[in-house]
């Protein structure tokens, strides 16, 4: 609900679309059904801009502290959504265009964000119009959050990798109910030799995990309607420790939560912010012991299929050994047909994990 007629704004434009995105998709995540409304009025010289729910709320308790790091504020939370580290993101950037960030909330009736911005003035427009791609990293107060920002904007184009998962590199599915920590994590591995897909909710990834084989499942801890560890769990259920590995991502760094996922089931965890070195080398470690089982599992069913009973070697050799007395031809045959077999059994080619139908047969 923005007029035609508002005027333009003095800020960061960058860093004005952050805001307005983090504010925009926390409303979303929050909002079963109603509506989410953008406003925009003028104050005292001033625009004010509102971004406004019918969502859940929250109490005073929440309010208090909902703009604090994740890191510090996500103790309590029991509905599996989290804080999050978007909306401190926020406040830093509107406090450093000369505002504040403001809630006002009930529980049940839905939460109103409000910040202020400056009417750009008739002195600032030819500058603003005349330049409009310059780059605001020399803006040393602007520069504070370029970090997330670059993390943002460099993992955005990048889109999931949905190959045929046949091509011999590990197969990660990674799970979060922000699409925003899918990108990251994506831009993060995409160097790496790995195939990712990635959903935003755990019930696609339970979908998912009963249609193709996979190496790791990354989850993040705080989601709604089924958190990490409860996904963990579900895992568990159908699959091992070594069987498919779970790597989880939490804010939460106390040794409660920590025991927490591993008694889901989990096999590791990084926590918020990730480190992305470490989390590579999380991801490595964990991809690695999973395929390394398997080979190991793939081995032994090769050594097992290249067993001869001893019974059926005796049995063959006197069977070889009678014909030799009543039909030597037929002996000839058998001779062949036993070399023929012995040489198939010990075939190294017994490792792989196809083999063509004319080899079985």
Known sequence: EIAESMPPVLADEKRLVQILFNLLHNALKYTEEGTITMSVEIQNGQAVIHVSDTGAGMDEETQARIFLPYEQGSHGITDGRGLGLGLSICKQLVELHGGELTVHSEPGKGSVFSFVLPLAAPSDLPSVQNQ???????????????????????A??????????????????????????????????????YNIRSV?????????????????????????????????RRVREQFSISELPVLLLTA???????????LSGANDYVTKPVDALELK?????????????????RMEAAYLQAQIHPHFLFNTLNSIMALGDIDTEKMRRLGDAFASYLRVSFDFLNSGELVTLSHEL
């Open 200 to 232: 935003t909710s755990a019930r696609e990834a339970l979908e998912l995990l009963s249609t193709e084989r996979w190496d790791l499942l990354i989850a993040d801890v705080m989601m709604p309607h089924m958190s990490g560890y409860e996904l963990t």
């Open 132 to 154: 409009p791609q310059q780059q605001s990293d020399t803006n040393e107060e602007v520069a504070v959050s370029s970090s997330f920002s670059d993390a943002l904007t460099s």
């Open 252 to 262: 939460r760094s106390q040794p409660t939560d920590i025991y927490a996922g591993f």
């Open 281 to 297: 080398s999380r991801i490595w470690s964990l991809a690695t012991l999973k395929q390394s089982v398997h080979e190991r599992l």
């Open 156 to 193: 955005w184009p990048l889109q999931s990798s949905l190959s045929s998962f046949t091509d011999g590199k590990m197969n990660i599915l990674a799970v979060d109910d922000d699409p925003v920590n899918l990108k990251v994590l994506v831009s993060i591995l995409s160097t790496e030799s």
